[in-house]
């Protein structure tokens, strides 16, 4: 599967963002989403995670209550909806994809996603 993030801007603190993340293939609806993002010098993290079928979501705690995530199948998008947002939330973003198997499990560890886009860069002011 191949991804495509964008959306991705300059907004004052307390404003909103859209991310998107296009998926190309006919099996998007196999795939748990994420969301990650990563600041220079710092590790990738975690921010959301959906499964594959939407049915669980899973948040980080920085953004736990104003981050959305969500994923149309249908149309092979998934999304983040971003309020309130800070300027810790400066990074850029990427959307990933793992392989549901037997959707027991929805990860949250950015190692064990195999399909990463290429990045979108967000950027909070103060």
């Known amino acids: 599967v191949q991804l495509q993030a964008s959306g991705g801007g300059l907004v004052q603190a307390g404003g909103s963002l859209r991310l998107s993340c296009a998926a190309s293939?006919?099996?998007?609806?196999?795939?748990?989403m994420g969301w990650f993002r990563q600041t220079p010098g710092k590790e990738r993290e975690f921010v959301a995670a959906?499964?594959?079928?939407?049915?669980?979501?899973y948040y980080s705690d920085s953004v736990k209550g104003r981050f959305t995530i969500s994923r149309d199948n249908a149309e092979n998008m998934a999304y983040l909806q971003m309020n309130n947002l800070k300027p810790e939330d400066t990074a850029v973003y990427y959307c990933?994809?793992?392989?549901?198997?037997?959707?027991?499990?929805?990860?949250?560890?950015?190692?064990?996603?195999?399909?990463w886009g290429q990045g979108t860069q967000v950027t909070v002011s103060s």
């Open positions: 293939g006919r099996t998007f609806n196999m795939y748990n």
């Open positions: 959906i499964s594959w079928n939407g049915g669980s979501t």
């Open positions: 990933a994809a793992d392989w549901a198997g037997d959707g027991l499990v929805v990860e949250t560890t950015s190692r064990q996603y195999d399909y």
